[in-house]
């Protein structure tokens, strides 16, 4: 069974910098996708951040376009969300997900239902 550990969330200014860490342990399949989600309380998850693993292809949400960076370290399967430049209104909890990648990950990655899920990390960004 595949598990995902996040490590990173903490509260910082705005216009910090923060990195998040999703760890895939006992991983079986061939190709692995991971993600990272946000969501405030009372409101719908939002699809931040996507990579293929195997490879390196990224996909971003537009509302974090140019300020966060998902890489990867396919040694340790683990996935990093490099958040720069942070807003008040990037404060969430940020979950990890990862699966085997599916067809059209690559347009479809913020809507597929993920296996896997991360326990979740709080992000706070406050003066």
């Known amino acids: 069974q595949t598990r995902l550990v996040q490590s990173g969330g903490e509260s910082v200014k705005p216009g910090g910098s923060l990195r998040l860490s999703c760890a895939a342990s006992?991983?079986?399949?061939?190709?692995?996708?991971m993600a990272w989600f946000r969501q405030l309380p009372g409101k719908e998850r939002e699809g931040v951040a996507a990579?293929?693993?195997?490879?390196?292809?990224?996909y971003y949400a537009d509302s974090i376009k140019g300020r966060f960076t998902i890489n990867r370290d396919e040694v340790k399967n683990t996935a990093y969300l490099q958040m720069n430049a942070l807003k008040t209104d990037d404060t969430a909890m940020y979950y990890c997900?990862?699966?085997?990648?599916?067809?059209?990950?690559?347009?479809?990655?913020?809507?597929?239902?993920?296996?896997?899920w991360g326990q979740g990390t709080q992000v706070t960004v406050s003066a």
């Open positions: 006992e991983y079986r399949g061939s190709s692995i996708c």
């Open positions: 997900a990862a699966d085997d990648c599916p067809a059209g990950f690559y347009k479809n990655w913020a809507q597929y239902r993920y296996a896997y």
């Open positions: 990579i293929y693993m195997d490879g390196g292809n990224t």
